[in-house]
């Protein structure tokens, strides 16, 4: 380990300079809340603090910082900037997850500390489908005739969404069970039951595992307190989506002790509402943790153009605020923000083809650094696009398959030593194999006998593993393969690394979903170096919702489809439908676009169907105030 470095010495690592607010929040030693707008560099400002407490010492051995996330791939983003600034030595002291991934860790790793009404078998299940209308029906049908009030006639005037989202996850659960319960608390407290005790193995989902994880807390003090004095900090990030389960746990967790928190968030971002992102939820922070409130104003992702267009946005959805300022060094140009109109999906798919096509071509961005966006469906909205890029040679892709799957850390693990089985020269996946085995050994990345051993390891595993994926001819092979990784890592010390693969069938699924996404890369490209690109999608144009592409940005940003049957929310969620307008307005580094057709196909039977914009003119009103008027596109 380093020496560590006076406070007032340290500098931050990796970038040029942090504006001072930023500077300010890097070396508080308070709870914080800090509003940060798009391209304010969130993120980075999260690794930079994390540097600061570890190699100040302000944050000492034995104690961690916790950072949590919504999405994996923002977890490992996260991890990954920690680890290349301090080292593996002093990342290993930084856990960084998603919030379903932190709860799932305390289920496992403390299920016996749950109330016997709710504990969970050892093997339960993820099941995703819980909170869908018709297997939550049949669940509710299930319990009929448990309690005198379930009765066929009243569950069957119930809605599923209502009881599910109000009653069965909308409230902390309760040892002992509320006297005074009402029908549909009563309803929530049977289908409890049913699916934790229903067959051999419980049946959970995140929701539901949130909410055993905040029970066991309230109900384990040694285990809270042991948590509390493990994470000396606590990062939250997108704090605007967090939702009433995740905020549940956080109070518990941490309300009333010593840990300092810092939540990141940007209200102008909240597109989380239809899943339970809460209202006030700055508010309710800053006065449950008298956090102190501060404010990022610098925009280091987009071009100047950008900004000055989004700066007309944040004034619709927050009149009050700052607006943001543009950084750049001239690498990113003045900026370009373009509105399309066609006659139809051909001759727009024909456009954008052509125009990504170019830019890949004439001005050498790489395809992963051009992105489609659509506010949902993606696969239908791009399908015509995909077609025409096919013929110009150029491969896109879908990445909801994709994106969560390659930000596990078990998924990284496995391929970084398929990469070496593959490839002559791979450093960074070497690095990285490396600094796990030292993690999982407790050993240190630098010690010369320990890198000698685990040379030889690899060495060994590298030609045994090239020998096995040059007989593959079927995705079952490639799962012994995969499965043969994991054991050179050591199953229970992967588990023992990452918490949440513990219990349950959750990182057997992750596994044989990667097996057969690299398999079916393997047979597009006949080689395994192919495959593995493939897989990461190196050489695709991404195609995401809005709501995938939170956290990412790209040179180019095309948007298909500003229109009132694609924002079809507009009319009841003006709000959050615009928050949403201004995400994907600035995922762009450079270059956004946004089209409209007049004749589209309908999602439902594909005919072709006249669109407008009417409902959404507000959208258009503030792009033609920014002096971003409708361009109408030919088929010439």
């Known amino acids: 380990m380093g020496k560590r470095i006076p406070k007032e010495k340290w500098l931050p690592k990796g970038v040029k300079e942090l504006e001072p607010a930023a500077f300010d929040v890097v070396r508080s030693l308070e709870n914080a809340l800090v509003i940060a707008g798009p391209g304010a560099g969130k993120t980075e400002l999260l690794a930079q603090r994390a540097c600061y407490l570890l190699e100040t010492g302000l944050c000492p051995s034995p104690k961690r910082i916790l950072a949590i996330s919504f999405k994996r791939d923002a977890a ?17 002291r930084f856990d960084s997850m998603t919030f379903d991934a932190f709860a799932k860790s305390l289920v496992d790793r403390f299920r016996l500390g749950i109330p016997a009404f709710f504990c969970p078998t050892t093997d339960y299940v993820i099941d995703f489908d819980i909170s869908k209308d ?41 040892i002992p069970h509320p006297s005074n319960r009402t029908f549909e608390l009563n309803l929530a407290l049977y289908v409890w039951r049913r699916l934790l005790r229903g067959s051999s193995k419980s049946a959970l989902n995140f929701e539901m595992i949130g909410r055993l994880a905040d029970l066991m807390l309230r109900h384990n003090p040694s285990v809270l307190n042991a948590l509390r004095i493990t994470y000396g900090f606590v990062f939250l990030d997108e704090f605007q989506d967090t939702t009433s389960i995740h905020y549940a746990l956080t109070k518990t ?75 750049t060094d ?15 999906h051909e001759i727009e798919a024909s456009y954008i083809a052509n125009l990504v096509h170019k830019a890949i071509t004439v001005e050498k961005i790489p395809a992963r650094q051009i992105c489609l966006l ?45 990469k070496l089985a593959v490839r002559k020269r791979s450093p960074e996946s070497w690095e990285q194999v490396v600094d796990l085995l030292a993690g999982i050994a407790g050993s240190s990345a630098e010690d010369d006998t320990f890198i000698r ?38 199953l229970p010390s992967l588990t023992a690394c990452f918490p949440q693969y513990e219990q349950g069938t959750y990182l057997t699924d992750i596994l044989e979903k990667l097996a057969d996404k690299l398999f079916e890369a393997w047979n597009q490209t ?34 298909i489809g500003l229109e009132d049957s694609a924002l079809w929310a507009f009319r009841n969620s003006q709000n959050e439908e615009t928050c949403a307008f201004f995400v994907a307005l600035s995922r762009a580094i450079t270059r956004v ?44």
């Open 76 to 92: 490992k983003n996260l991890a990954d900037r920690v680890a290349k600034r301090v080292g593996p030595e002093l990342a290993r």
């Open 374 to 418: 659509t506010r949902n469906l993606p696969g239908k909205y791009s399908a015509t696009v995909g077609a025409e890029l096919v013929k110009l040679g150029i491969s896109a892709r879908l990445e909801d398959q994709f994106q969560d799957l390659q930000a596990e850390p078990a998924v990284e693990a496995v391929m970084n030593l398929l």
């Open 253 to 327: 967790a941490f309300k009333g002790s010593d840990s300092i928190l810092t939540a990141v968030g940007d209200e102008k971002q909240k597109i989380m509402v239809w899943a339970g992102a809460l209202d006030g939820i700055f508010k309710k922070f800053k006065d449950d943790f008298a956090a102190k409130a501060f404010g990022l104003k610098m925009n280091r992702r987009s071009a100047p153009e950008l900004v000055r267009v989004q700066s007309y946005l944040i004034n619709a959805l927050e009149p009050d605020s700052i607006p943001p300022e543009a950084v």
């Open 134 to 174: 018709a297997r939550f029906r049949s669940t509710m049908e299930e319990v009929v005739g448990q309690a005198t009030v379930l009765t066929q006639s009243a569950i069957a005037q119930c809605r599923p969404n209502d009881i599910y989202r109000r009653y069965f996850i909308g409230y902390p659960l309760q």
């Open 453 to 490: 051993e685990m040379e030889k390891r690899i060495l060994a595993f590298r030609t045994e593993v090239s020998g096995c994926l040059a007989a593959v001819n079927s995705s079952a092979q490639l799962k012994e393969i995969v499965n043969k990784c994991v054991d050179f890592f050591g």
């Open 330 to 344: 001239g690498g990113k140009g003045e900026g370009e923000c373009r509105l399309l109109s066609f006659h139809d």
């Open 593 to 636: 676009m946004f089209t409209f057709c007049h004749l589209r196909p309908n999602t439902r039977d594909g005919r072709l169907s006249h669109q407008s914009k009417n409902t959404i003119t507000p959208l258009y009103q503030v792009l033609q105030d920014a002096g971003i008027e409708p361009e109408s596109i030919s088929n010439e």
């Open 526 to 559: 006949g080689n395994w170096d192919g495959a593995i690109k493939g897989f990461e999608g190196l050489n695709s144009v991404p195609i995401m919702t809005i709501h995938k592409s939170k956290g990412l940005e790209y040179h180019t940003v095309i948007f």
